[in-house]
């Protein structure tokens, strides 16, 4: 038995949403509809800004990559997800186990810095109006855009090298619907004290220096907009969307990964987890973009022009 439980485990089994069969249908309808949902909008809207000139701002640059990132966030879990509600052995192997967690936390990573980004070009508009063309350039918004993947992905890959050596010896049973950092942790049968260390250093990093930057040129913006004699409303108007989703995404990711050691309420890790990982995806385009006037006037004249090419 002793030797039994110190073989490496090479799959787990995801236990997902049990119930009966009513209920998993419900939840799967829901699930299915939400992720086609995401993934249209955020199609849309990188179409919208490739085929308009006139979103080719710095702003919506940003907004394009972050719905190609929403894309691909929602497609790691979702689809595995709807799979297993009819699936009779929800199992996962530990290589794929670990794929998906690596892009799982890449992704996660990669917004924290975009959404950084996307603030400090914020400021540049409101606080810096006259020089925000030259300030915005083409090639800082690609750099910034670069970075914000490069570090997002080089983050996850340091998380996954030392949460991957680490020994699983069962049970391989993880109460989630699919490979999270703390589920995954709390099945390890070794010491995990330096993963957990990295991770908790790492997660601070890449969630506390964005959100600096983002507090930080948020403050700026507010001195900027109090002190200005008109336009108050309209200055608001074009940072409160970003703002709105930056405060649903750091109140859930804080407090799912500032604590990456075991948490005990499954339950509420799972609802927490549906929260981010898939109904902000699919609230994010409509906070963002498809109440934008620009946005909608763009949508507006493709419909009108795909219209004309039909007739």
Excluded at 207 to 221: A, D, E, Q, R, W
Aim: proline residues 4%.
């Amino acid at each position: 038995m002793e030797v039994e439980n110190q073989t490496q485990l090479t799959k787990f089994i995801l236990v997902g949403f049990p119930g009966n069969l009513s209920m998993r249908a419900a939840v799967f309808l829901m699930f299915l509809v939400a992720y086609i949902l995401t993934v249209a909008e955020n199609v849309i809207i990188i179409v919208l800004v490739q085929q308009n000139r006139s979103l080719h701002k710095p702003m919506y640059f940003f907004l394009a990559n972050m719905s190609f990132l929403e894309t691909w966030y929602i497609s790691v879990t979702v689809p595995k997800l709807l799979f297993s509600f009819w699936s009779v052995n929800n199992s996962i192997s530990f290589t794929h186990c670990m794929i998906q967690l690596y892009f799982f936390i890449a992704l996660m990573c990669t917004e924290c810095v975009l959404l950084a980004a996307m603030a400090f070009d914020r400021y540049v508009a409101v606080c810096r109006p006259l020089h925000y063309p030259t300030i915005m350039s083409h090639g800082l918004c690609c750099r910034l855009g670069l970075g914000s993947w490069s570090i997002g992905f080089g983050i996850s890959l340091a998380k996954i090298y030392f949460i991957s050596h680490l020994s699983f010896c069962g049970p391989n049973v993880i109460n989630h619907f699919f490979c999270d950092i703390s589920p995954v942790l709390n099945l390890s049968c070794t010491d995990m004290s330096i993963a957990e260390l990295v991770d908790f250093i790492l997660a601070l990093f890449i969630f506390l220096f964005p959100l600096f930057v983002t507090v930080l040129s948020y403050g700026c913006i507010l001195t900027t907009v109090l002190c200005m004699p008109t336009g108050k409303q309209k200055a608001f108007s074009t940072c409160a969307s970003h703002l709105v989703v930056v405060t649903i995404f750091y109140s859930a990711t804080i407090f799912m990964y500032a604590r990456p050691r075991a948490i005990h309420a499954y339950n509420m890790n799972k609802i927490i987890s549906i929260f981010y990982a898939i109904v902000t995806p699919a609230l994010n385009p409509f906070i963002y973009c498809l109440r934008n006037r620009e946005v909608k006037e763009a949508l507006k004249k493709l419909t009108y022009c795909q219209a004309i090419g039909s007739d």
